[in-house]
């Protein structure tokens, strides 16, 4: 398990002091409509959410990291790989907070996990799940080497799979 630091962001392993932070950050209505299965309802599901993504490094050998701006120590969201059992791949996802949208932040933040996931899991092959009308993370997808692959049902929503082959 590592930490990956990049020109303004630390990359981490969740800590229990990342709860509310969390939570405010999921629980924003613009960020809601898009997630697939609100990951923070209320304090005891996001408890749960955190304890998995740990346990998602235990299992998987990675998982998610929350983000910290450099600058502030501020939690500012969470990216990172997802592969529960029964997922169509490996996932590279990224939540940013709503008030740090248009920054830069999730395209710098999964760049980053996508460099250290073609160094560190032993897969040709990752993916994006993003609602269609999710621009933003489209355009996150695309800037990072996705490109559009398929439509599919996921969690009771009609998603778009990006993805990105290794090099």
Same mark, same amino acid.
């Given at each position: 398990?590592?930490?990956?630091?990049?020109?303004?962001?630390?990359?981490?392993?969740?800590?229990?002091?990342?709860?509310?932070?969390?939570?405010?950050?999921?629980?924003? &209505?613009? #960020? %809601?409509?898009?997630?697939?299965?609100?990951?923070?309802? $209320? *304090?005891? /599901?996001? =408890?749960?959410?955190?304890?998995?993504?740990?346990?998602?490094?235990?299992?998987?050998?990675?998982? &998610?990291? #929350? %983000?910290?701006?450099?600058?502030?120590?501020?939690?500012? $969201? *969470?990216? /990172?790989? =997802?592969?529960?059992?029964?997922?169509?791949?490996?996932?590279?996802?990224?939540?940013?907070?709503?008030?740090?949208?248009?920054?830069?932040?999730?395209?710098?933040?999964?760049?980053?996990?996508? /460099?250290?996931?073609?160094?560190?899991?032993?897969?040709?092959?990752?993916?994006?799940?993003?609602?269609?009308?999710?621009?933003?993370?489209?355009?996150?997808?695309?800037?990072?080497?996705?490109?559009?692959?398929?439509?599919?049902?996921?969690?009771?929503?009609?998603?778009?799979?990006?993805?990105?082959?290794?090099?």
């Amino acid at each position: 398990m590592s930490e990956i630091r990049t020109e303004r962001l630390l990359l981490r392993l969740p800590r229990a002091n990342d709860l509310d932070p969390l939570i405010e950050i999921h629980e924003h &209505p613009d #960020v %809601v409509r898009f997630l697939s299965g609100n990951p923070a309802s $209320g *304090r005891p /599901g996001a =408890w749960r959410t955190l304890a998995m993504f740990v346990g998602h490094w235990t299992l998987r050998g990675y998982g &998610p990291w #929350v %983000v910290e701006e450099s600058a502030t120590g501020a939690v500012i $969201g *969470r990216v /990172g790989l =997802w592969n529960p059992e029964g997922w169509p791949g490996i996932e590279i996802g990224w939540v940013i907070h709503h008030a740090r949208w248009g920054h830069g932040f999730a395209t710098e933040a999964a760049r980053a996990a996508l /460099g250290w996931a073609w160094d560190h899991v032993d897969t040709d092959h990752i993916i994006s799940i993003i609602e269609p009308g999710n621009v933003r993370s489209i355009r996150v997808a695309e800037k990072i080497g996705e490109q559009y692959e398929a439509t599919d049902f996921l969690d009771g929503k009609t998603v778009a799979i990006y993805g990105v082959h290794r090099l």
